[in-house]
């Protein structure tokens, strides 16, 4: 399967700051997917990262909130803006490959004071 | 829109015993994933079903995939410790155009020595 490079793993940040989340993948794909994850919660799709073009965000997620970056086919980052207590997550890159399906980082664990 | 119904939601069983959970849909599915996320990590592919009655199986792990196409089960035989973890059911999220996955609720399992 691919596999992907998630950073930071875990972080810690001030309400009102922002922090910028990296997902690598080690071939290239054609389509990557942010997830998030509250406490004790499933995975919820915020939003697939295309290459070339502005995300596409599911409902209740919008861009000035979670920007994303896709510059090529193997990296793509995910900003959380302007940081509440209710933002800490865990936040997960997952890629589709069609030889292996899907595949998720490890994930960033967020937590905002 | 598709939703994944999953159960139980949490099991405390000893360890050698076996487990079972299931996940079922009002829609059709014509993939079922099982995964498995330990603490602190992304989801883990377990298995994979494509086809309805399949029936697939990955060491102590089987999942059937059923014949309705709206429902899957997985099975643990001979429980241990490292089977410890949340155990999410998951398939092609057809009502939304981005190709990515939708989620169970997650089964949490515990596992006494």
């Known amino acids: 399967s691919a596999v992907i490079s998630q950073k930071p793993s875990r972080d810690i940040c001030q309400r009102g700051t922002s922090l910028t989340i990296q997902c690598q993948v080690d071939?290239?794909?054609?389509?990557m997917f942010w997830y998030r994850q509250q406490p004790g919660q499933s995975l919820t799709l915020i939003a697939t990262?295309?290459?070339?073009?502005?995300?596409?965000?599911e409902s209740g997620f919008v861009i000035d909130k979670f920007p994303i970056s896709r510059p090529n086919l193997t990296f793509s980052t995910l900003t959380v803006s302007n940081m509440s207590p209710e933002d800490s997550s865990i936040y997960l890159c997952?890629?589709?490959?069609?030889?292996?399906?899907?595949?998720f980082g490890s994930g960033t664990r967020l937590t905002v004071v | 829109g598709q939703q994944l119904n999953q159960s139980p939601q949490s099991m405390f069983i000893q360890e050698g015993e076996d487990v079972s959970m299931n996940c079922t849909s009002s829609?059709?599915?014509?993939?079922w994933l099982w995964y498995k996320q330990d603490p602190g990590e992304g989801p883990v592919l377990l298995i994979a079903?494509?086809?309805?009655?399949e029936l697939t199986s990955n060491g102590r792990l089987t999942a059937q995939f059923g014949i309705t196409r709206k429902d899957s089960f997985l099975n643990i035989s001979a429980s241990i410790p490292s089977d410890v973890g949340i155990y999410f059911c998951?398939?092609?999220?057809?009502?939304?155009?981005?190709?990515?996955?939708?989620f169970g609720k997650g089964t949490k399992l515990s596992v006494k020595p």
């Open positions: 071939s290239q794909v054609t389509m």
């Open positions: 079903l494509y086809k309805a009655g």
């Open positions: 829609s059709i599915f014509n993939t």
């Open positions: 990262a295309n290459q070339g073009s502005e995300a596409t965000y």
């Open positions: 997952s890629v589709y490959d069609r030889g292996y399906g899907y595949t």
């Open positions: 998951a398939g092609p999220n057809y009502g939304g155009s981005q190709g990515n996955l939708i």
